[in-house]
């Protein structure tokens, strides 16, 4: 009498090569690439957001940024988020967001936010322009 079914070697075979294929597929997708691309396509549109409300705010007063009420210098420094308790050290962009006219809000680094910071930093270039950075430094933009 012959019995039907598949021997252990077979059913291991199997596993072992669906086990080496979904390594592979894997290897392929790469999780933590796709999420660090996902972080740095996040902050090169918030360092192009505020540069963008920077110049929205120029334009809508006669060329004059922020800076000339001392809120961005010529030091690179970290700007104060929406609602933060104590903006002291920080640039203080809350004319962009006052009435959200140019922002509703600050945006925030996904990586490098501190308690009251943004986690982006701002400064007045010695030509006059500006640069927003994020705080681990990966992605920069200078208008």
Do not use: H, W
Not at 46 to 60: G, K, N, P, R
Not at 100 to 109: F, H, K, R, S
Not at 115 to 137: F, L, M, P
């Amino acid at each position: 009498m012959k019995k039907n079914g598949f021997t252990l070697i077979e059913v291991l075979l199997v596993v072992a090569i669906i086990a080496i294929l979904a390594g592979i597929v894997i290897l392929a997708i790469n999780p933590t690439r796709q999420l660090g691309d996902a972080t740095e396509t996040r902050q090169q549109a918030d360092v192009v957001t505020i540069l963008d409300a920077v110049y929205q705010y120029a334009i809508d007063n006669s060329g004059a940024i922020p800076n000339d009420t001392g809120e961005i210098s010529t030091t690179l420094t970290e700007i104060c988020a929406t609602g933060a308790a104590d903006c002291t050290g920080f640039a203080d962009l809350s004319d962009l967001t006052t009435n959200e006219e140019y922002l509703t809000a600050i945006p925030v680094d996904p990586e490098g936010n501190t308690t009251d910071g943004a986690g982006y930093q701002i400064q007045e270039t010695a030509n006059g322009r500006v640069t927003v950075t994020s705080n681990d430094g990966n992605v920069t933009a200078t208008r």
